[in-house]
């Protein structure tokens, strides 16, 4: 029995089959569909993507649902990015947290000084003066806490200019001031500010950021710096200014960055772009008096007070009658002591009246007013006094001139002023060896800062000075200048020497300028040239021909002999090189005519092929005698002819 054969069925996977047909037609789409989400799932940048645009919406539902999951989870990342980012731009984070760290900080200092005036109320709290219980009845009457009371009563002040400065570079953005009248120069000022304000920084220290001037005492003005990021605000205050007004003052401070941070960072230094924040800046422009006191007489004060004028006055008169004597001499003798204290070339160092006598100690300028005669216009007689001085040189006005007049003995016609400034000035006609030692003098005088001759007649030093000026000689060149004829003298560069000008130069005074004197470098240089190349050799072992360590020998000398030629040809002469062959003295003469000449020639040939422009060149050879061999006679030796003799003339400019 047999079974019909049947024909094969087509895979299931078949693309022709039919099963494939109808799987295309039924699920194609979802297969797609399907490629197409597992190529975005596996895509990087798509998912982070995706992760980007759900983020903030996943971060708000989190925080709505589950808060404190959500800050414990974001708390130790992005602590620790906060903490990396300011080590390592802590600049950034300060002026960032500039504008809201201020405020912070004042409500802290606000609450620090609302325990300072708790403190100073109980401190003064069974204060028994006068002054303290008038303060406490103002209290009482105005219902405002006594510690407060004593802080008006204490703290007058008036802020009367404020200076803007760019930190960093120091310029001054806007100055405003209390009285328009009153001219300061505030680029100065500016500049002196930022200057001590660099040196109190390096000096104290200069790597700490927190380390920063912040107060200046100048006479009766304090100056209060408030710095920032950008700028920082200088206030000059005269009086004692409350704490609180530092916090103003950073108010203003803070308020300009806000308002201004562009004009602050970008600033050139012209003022007229600085004008918005002139109304920020009078802001600072404050004042404070004191309230007025009551009007109501206080007669228990009075009561008191008549009480202790009565006793004072009945204790004073019995002391009247007995000391009226003595007290009118020491009011003598005080007012001696003050007259001589202010006495110029004097410093009176202690005085005090001993058994009725005035002793005085200090120091006294042999050239100023004498003690005695000082005490002597106040009525003291020598028997009232008693003097101890030691002598000292005093650098006022009048002792410096009269010590100037001594030490340089002037001539007459010459006459000495010393003007505010320290400056001694002489004028007239004077010999010359005079104004040089007056000028080396003169400020050695304690009290003269500087010396000025312009107004003495020597013509030489003026057209030596004039001629310095003008010519502008180098190192090693000397001026002189005697009775108008000027002689330089000196070693000098040969360009330069050739660049005098063939006339003197139109200086009045000056009638002839030598120069017979110069000498050129070059000459030096080329002397030095012809040392070396005559001290040079090229040794032979055998042969004439020249191997690589003679060739290198050659080049080196060929290099020193084309310099000196053109130092010899900048000088208009001449040199010639001879080049002499030697021999050991072994073998025939003809043969060691042969080697030295060939031996001479290589090296000629070498010297020309090495360097140029080369001099003229001639071959001498040299022979060892014969039955006297040397072999260290086997080289080649150098000789300049006609060495640079002495410079070219260079003639006087009539």
């Given amino acids: 029995m047999t079974a019909d054969k049947q024909p094969p069925t087509p895979a299931a996977n078949d693309e022709a089959s ?8 039924l699920i194609g789409d979802e297969q797609t569909t399907i490629r197409r989400l597992e190529e975005e799932t596996h895509d990087p940048e798509i998912q982070q993507q995706r992760v980007a645009d759900s983020l903030p919406t996943s971060i708000v539902k989190a925080y709505r649902n589950a808060p404190e999951e959500l800050t414990r989870s974001l708390e130790q990342p992005v602590s620790e990015c906060i903490e990396g980012s300011v080590t390592r731009n802590p600049g950034f984070f300060a002026d960032i947290l500039y504008p809201v760290m201020g405020p912070a900080i004042r409500r802290s200092i606000t609450q620090a000084m609302r325990e300072l005036v708790q403190h100073i109320n109980q401190t003064l709290e069974h204060s028994l003066t006068v002054k303290g219980l008038k303060w406490r009845l103002e ?3 105005s219902g405002i806490p006594f510690a407060e009371i004593v802080l008006r009563h204490t703290l007058r002040y008036r802020v009367e200019e404020a200076f803007l400065i760019q930190t960093g570079s120091g310029l001054l953005i806007r100055h405003v001031s209390r009285d328009p009248s ?9 500049a002196m500010l930022t200057a001590i304000r660099d040196f109190a920084h390096d000096t104290l220290d200069a790597e700490g950021e927190d380390s920063r001037l912040e107060t200046v005492d100048v006479g009766e003005h304090t100056l209060w710096l408030i710095h920032g990021p950008r700028a920082y605000l200088a206030c000059a205050i005269r009086g004692v200014p409350p704490v609180g007004l530092r916090d103003d003052l950073a108010e203003v401070l803070e ?21 918005p924040t002139v109304p920020l800046l009078e802001r600072c422009l404050r004042s404070e008096t004191a309230a007025s006191d009551s009007r109501r007489f206080p007669w228990p004060l009075l009561l008191v007070g ?7 006055a009945w204790w004073g008169h019995g002391q009247w009658q007995t000391h009226s004597r003595t007290n009118a001499q020491e009011v003598a003798q005080m007012a001696a002591a003050t007259a001589l204290s202010q006495a110029p070339g004097i410093i009176l160092t202690d005085w005090r009246i001993v058994d009725g006598r005035l002793d005085l ?14 005490l002597a216009d106040r009525g003291m007689a020598p028997e009232d006094y008693r003097l101890n001085f030691r002598d000292f040189q005093s650098s006022d006005p009048a002792a410096a001139l009269a010590r100037a007049y001594e030490r340089l003995a002037p001539p007459a016609g010459v006459s000495l002023e010393l003007d505010d400034s320290g400056t001694l000035l002489a004028r007239g006609i004077a010999p010359r060896a005079w104004i040089t030692r007056a000028a080396l003098l003169a400020v050695t005088v304690p009290g003269v800062n500087r010396y000025d001759d312009s107004g003495l007649g020597d013509t030489d030093t003026r057209v030596r000075r004039q001629l310095l000026e003008l010519l502008q000689p180098p190192q090693g060149v000397a001026i002189d200048v005697t009775d108008g004829s000027a002689a330089l003298s000196g070693e000098a560069p040969l360009d330069w020497i050739r660049s005098l000008p063939e006339q003197p130069p139109p200086i009045a005074g000056l009638e002839r300028m030598q120069r017979y004197g110069l000498r050129p470098l070059e000459r030096r240089r080329m002397v030095t040239l012809i040392g070396l190349i005559e001290a040079s050799s090229i040794d032979f072992a055998s042969g004439i021909e020249l191997d690589e360590p003679q060739m290198a020998k050659v080049r080196t000398l060929a290099a020193l002999v084309s310099e000196a030629h053109q130092h010899a040809q900048a000088l208009g002469t001449t ?17 060691n005519i042969y080697v030295s000449q060939g031996r001479a020639t290589r090296v000629a040939e070498a010297l020309l092929d090495a360097a ?8 001498h050879t040299i022979m060892q005698p014969p039955g006297r061999p040397d072999a260290e006679m086997r080289r080649v030796e150098f000789r300049i002819v006609g060495s640079p003799g002495p410079p070219a003339a260079f003639p006087a400019a009539e």
């Fill in 139 to 141: 209290a009482a009457r």
């Fill in 255 to 275: 308020e300009v960055h806000r308002r201004h941070a562009g004009l602050l960072e970008h600033f050139a230094g012209d003022p007229a772009e600085a004008a």
């Fill in 18 to 25: 039919a099963l494939a047909t109808l799987k295309t037609l």
């Fill in 306 to 312: 008549l009480i202790i004028t009565g006793l004072l």
């Fill in 575 to 591: 040199i010639t090189l001879q080049i002499i062959g030697r021999t050991d003295g072994t073998g025939t003469s003809a043969q």
């Fill in 182 to 190: 009153q001219v300061t120069d505030g680029d100065a000022v500016s």
């Fill in 361 to 374: 100690r200090g120091l006294r300028d042999p050239l100023s007013r004498p003690p005695e005669a000082i």
């Fill in 612 to 619: 140029a422009p080369m001099p003229e060149l001639r071959l």
